[in-house]
Nanobody
């Protein structure tokens, strides 16, 4: 069993930055890829970023590429999402998730999910 707890969300002005954290418990974190997803009001949940277990491979959704950076610290069982140049369209609940096997953009492949953290970007 893996438990994921997100933190770091909040209210920020457009152009600002936030860093989300996702703390994981469970024996397999260091060997598991991690992903960030988000869901805006009235919209489907979408892929934001993913990182391989070693951190050597990283993937981003088109809407955040060049502005967001995913990273992980396996000594702390934590994955991060650095969000820069935020825009109102980034407003959403952000979720971290993990899965076995290879890194993926497909949310249907992720097994364990956190409860989410709200990010609100004001214009």
């Amino acid at each position: 069993q893996v438990q994921l707890v997100e933190s770091g969300g909040g209210l920020v002005q457009a152009g600002g930055s936030l860093t989300l954290s996702c703390a994981a418990s469970g024996r397999t974190f260091n060997a598991s890829p991690m992903g960030w997803f988000r869901q805006a009001p009235g919209k489907e949940r979408e892929f934001v970023a993913a990182i391989s277990w070693s951190g050597s491979s990283r993937y981003y959704g088109d809407s955040v590429k060049g502005r967001f950076t995913i990273s992980r610290d396996n000594t702390k069982n934590t994955v991060y999402l650095q969000m820069d140049s935020l825009i109102p369209e980034d407003t959403a609940v952000y979720y971290c998730a993990t899965k076995a096997g290879t890194t993926s953009r497909q949310q249907s492949q992720y097994v364990y999910w956190g409860q989410g953290t709200q990010v609100t970007v004001s214009s």
